[in-house]
T-cell receptor
Framework: AQSVTQPDIHITVSEGASLELRCNYS??????LFWYVQSPGQGLQLLLK??????LVQGIKGFEAEFKRSQSSFNLRKPSVHWSDAAEYFC????????????FGKGTHLIIQP | GAGVSQSPSNKVTEKGKDVELRCDPI?????LYWYRQSLGQGLEFLIY????????KSGLPSDRFSAERTGGSVSTLTIQRTQQEDSAVYLC?????????????FGPGTRLTVL
């Protein structure tokens, strides 16, 4: 069965600093990979996704992620965070059939210090 | 256009009561998904619909849970004889199809509290 690990439960970053959120997945083949963000009381918003091709993908709000097959990783990055980026971030994997739904990591809670 | 909507946004019920949670997907989306988000279990996939059909119900936590979809649109998740462990946020998502490349768009969720 596929699984997703987000090793950092909480991360604190100063406003304007760079950010990297880690995500590792376990799956036999190349999965479809996603990053979602959830603000308090809100649903999940898709930041970016990777299906194939260029391993560096650009998303909304200035986020990017890099797929590294050798490390089974799909880390999310942002060069300079804003206070509005404070939220919960979820990495997710889909086996490709869609019918199994998304498998999510436990999430990383991002705190922005002024 | 309009996104996925869910109602109610909050539901407080007493243990043993039945509850119905509603999801209105994005117009034209044939696939619809239900997830549960709880502190202990994180985000769990429950069930999906392709059109009005749910091919696999094995993800539902117990036989107290059921779901249906009518007219290829609105879906209802029903929990019978609610228990305190059912307290969670129930999220609905929809996508154009069930292919892995079809992005799932999520609603704001229904927060269920069982007293």
């Amino acid at each position: 069965a596929q699984s997703v690990t987000q090793p950092d439960i909480h991360i604190t970053v100063s406003e304007g600093a760079s950010l990297e959120l880690r995500c590792n997945y376990s799956y036999g083949a190349t999965p479809y990979l996603f990053w979602y963000v959830q603000s308090p009381g809100q649903g999940l918003q898709l930041l970016l996704k990777y299906f194939s091709g260029d391993t560096l993908v650009q998303g909304i709000k200035g986020f990017e992620a890099e797929f590294k097959r050798s490390q089974s990783s799909f880390n999310l990055r942002k060069p300079s965070v804003h206070w509005s980026d404070a939220a919960e971030y979820f990495c997710a994997v889909e086996s490709g059939g869609g019918a199994d739904g998304l498998t999510f990591g436990k999430g990383t809670h991002l705190i922005i210090q002024p | 256009g309009a996104g996925v909507s869910q109602s109610p946004s909050n539901k407080v019920t007493e243990k043993g009561k039945d509850v119905e949670l509603r999801c209105d997907p994005i117009s034209g989306h044939t696939a619809l998904y239900w997830y549960r988000q709880s502190l202990g279990q994180g985000l769990e996939f429950l069930i999906y619909f392709q059109g009005n059909s749910a091919p696999d119900k094995s993800g539902l936590p117990s036989d107290r849970f059921s779901a249906e979809r009518t007219g290829g649109s609105v879906s209802t998740l029903t929990i019978q004889r609610t228990q305190q462990e059912d307290s969670a946020v129930y999220l609905c998502a929809s996508s154009l199809g069930v292919f892995g490349t079809d992005t799932q768009y999520f609603g704001p969720g229904t927060r269920l509290t069982v007293l």
